[in-house]
């Protein structure tokens, strides 16, 4: 397998280049900012804004990568006092030794910087605490093999891109995205091509398409 290749993007953040695959892990327009926008702003920010009472959030992604959103979300949980429940799935979990030359760490306050090599230190396939408010489990369980039902608020779906690995973004694997939400949950991607959104809306859901982060003009959020 070619070695995964560290990048600069264009706000300063650090993506992996996989080489197999010519493909970058967050989009080289800024990959802070795209997580920051897409997951954030427009998944946990805006589920959490919809659901003011609601204080106790689970949320299912597909693909831990990097750990920059469960990073950014640990974050969000401690300032917004929310209680976090994480489930990602990553069949092909990158090496201890590339996360450790990622400059991540560096963009976050010096409190939560121990956060992120713990995230990546911790056990595999059993649920960890890492703060009082936010646990997490990793997988290294597909989509194709995901069997949830009703379980989560909300999906970060941050697989690589349709042309990449078309499988993830067809009917059959959208469909095991989707049955884990919970009536009203919310499923957020930076992906906003066509025949993926007419996918979402075969399963009974609600599609918006709305502003992307920079690089792209538009991104898909979908409504249970």
């Known amino acids: 397998m070619k070695p995964l290749k560290i990048i ?3 706000d300063g953040s650090h993506t992996l280049f996989n080489e197999a ?29 919809k659901n003011p009472d609601k204080k106790k959030i689970s949320i299912l992604e597909i693909g831990f990568g990097t750990g920059l959103n469960a990073m950014l979300t640990l974050q969000a949980a401690i300032e917004k006092n929310l ?15 590339v996360i450790e030359k990622l400059n991540y760490k560096s963009l976050f306050e010096e409190t939560y910087q121990p ?9 595999w396939e ?6 009082d408010n936010f646990s997490i489990v ?11 039902s009703e379980q989560f608020d909300l999906v970060y779906f941050d697989a690589f891109a349709p042309r990449k690995q078309p499988e993830l973004w067809e009917v059959a694997s959208l ?17 906003a091509m066509g025949a993926f959104k007419r996918n979402l809306k075969s399963l009974d859901v609600l599609v918006e398409s709305i502003p992307g982060p920079p690089g792209k003009r538009e991104m898909t959020r979908a409504i249970k």
């Open 115 to 123: 956060y992120y090599n713990q995230l990546h230190e911790l056990p």
């Open 175 to 191: 469909k095991n995205a989707i049955t884990p939400l919970k009536a009203k949950g919310v499923l957020v991607t930076y992906c």
């Open 21 to 49: 695959l010519n493909e970058t892990y967050h989009s080289t327009h800024g990959a802070l900012t795209e997580s920051q926008h897409v997951f954030i702003k427009e998944g946990l920010s805006y589920y959490s804004d």
């Open 83 to 97: 209680e976090i429940f994480y489930y990602t799935l990553e069949p092909y979990p990158v090496e201890t030794e």
């Open 8 to 10: 600069e993007t264009g």
């Open 138 to 148: 990793k997988t290294t369980t597909g989509l194709e093999n995901l069997s949830f």
């Open 126 to 131: 059993v649920e960890n605490k890492v703060v």
